[in-house]
Each structure stands twice: as structure tokens, then as C-alpha cells.
């Protein structure tokens, strides 16, 4: 497996863990370092693992149900430091089928002894209109 | 001068940029690579140094007078690359005095031959109640 595809291997099980709202694996995703950021959607910016990973349990405790599918993915590498861009949609169960939102999002990693480590994740809403928008793979 | 000091620096020429409407400045401070990204609160994301500098060129055609203070800056550097995280108060003049928005951002710098060069901005809308929030130093 090459670089970009184990960064991709990371991004593709944080999105897991949110859609599974499993705080362990995510704990497993993140550096867990003073430093980390994460910004939700309308969120003020959070800084440090402790407050990141909060704010995950809180998102967590209070969903009953949702589910993130990534599209219009783009991956870079420079030497030690990894991002991903795309696009997030949230879809909820509602009684007439569900109800999609959009995010764009940066994701940024860092290489470690263990793998590649989320430092810095960064959500917010953007308008579409279709439910499938180009480059959105729905399985 | 120190890394974090160029890279602060180059951070404070892009604020500068964007607060005084200069495009010429702005296309010194970006690297003109087709997988740079860009995404302004509310729009969809951009990639690639034409796209953003044309969104730059229509919010500079499209804003008479605007001011941008920045606070809560962070500042991390790996390699090669390194990100500022930051609070942005966006002030526009109005008749009784002014009106203020805040944005939480995320902006990342690739280390060149000829500096520190942005190649990512991402700014979304965050709800500030005070118009100088803690660790917002206003000139």
C-alpha cells in the first residue's frame, strides 16, 4: 500500500467512526497531543486532544443516528504531513426516507510510528442541491 | 527570524491582502499549483490556483470596504509544511459604527524556495457574541 492510500485508508475510518459514533475509534484516529484542532460546522475552533475528544462524545451522546458518505476526495503529502479535502453528507433517518446536509472539510495527519494520526479536522456546511452531487459515491 | 516567525509573518501578509482588496499580493502569497484549496465560509470548496484566484477576484470586486483582525493564533510546523489556526473578525463599515463577523480558520503553508507559500484556506462562519472576543488583539 502506498502513502496515499494508507492516509486514505485513515481518512475512510474516521468517517467510520463517525458514522458508527464510536468514540473509541476515534480515539484511535487522533494524535492525542495539546496541539490538535478541530472545528465542527458552527462550532467555535477547539484546541487540544482533550476538548477534540469531548466534543466527539458529546456529538456522539446526542445523535441517535446519521451517516457520513465522502466525495470529491483529494489527497497531498509532504513529507511528514498529509491532507484531505472533500465533501461530507450527512444523512439522517426521518419518517419520509431522510435529510441530507453537506459539509466541506480539510483533514489534516501527521506520520507517526504508528501510521498516519488525525491533528486537525475542519467541517463546515455548504449549500447543494442534489442529494448525489458530483464525485459523491453512495453505497 | 525564526520558521514559526516566517510562517506567522506570510499569515499576516495574507490578512493584509485580503483586508486591503489586493490581488497582486494575494497571488504572491499562494502557490500557483492546480491542487491548492480553498473554501470561503458558505461556498463550495475550490481547488486549483485559477479557481482561487478568480473567487478572490470576485469578493475583491464585490466588497467596497472591509477590515480583518485576526486572534487565538496557533501556529505548527512539520517538515516542510506548516498551518495556522486562527479566529477572524471580518468588520464592515456601517452607518451607526460597524458590523462584525467571525470566521474559524484553518490555513496551511508548503515551505519553497522562495518562502512560505499558502496552499490551503478554510474559513467558516462561527457565532461570537463580543465584538472582541478573549485573545483578539485589535489594533
Redesign the interface.
Known sequence: MNEEEEVLKVNHRFYQALSDLDLEAMERIWLHEV?V?C?H?????L?GWENVRESWRRIFTGTFSHRIDIG?I?V?I????A?V?C?ERISTPTEDGGDYTFA?C?N?F?STLSGWKM??H???????EEPTPPGMQVH
Not at 460546522?41 to 475552533?45: D, K, L, N, S
Not at 509532504?78 to 504531513?81: A, D, K, L, Q
Not at 475542519?122 to 447543494?128: D, G, L, Y
Open positions: 496541539w484542532s472545528i460546522p458552527g462550532w467555535q475552533m484546541r470529491q483529494s497531498q509532504h513529507g511528514e504531513v491532507w479535502t465533501l466541506a480539510t489534516l501527521v491533528i486537525l475542519h467541517a463546515s456546511s455548504v449549500p447543494v
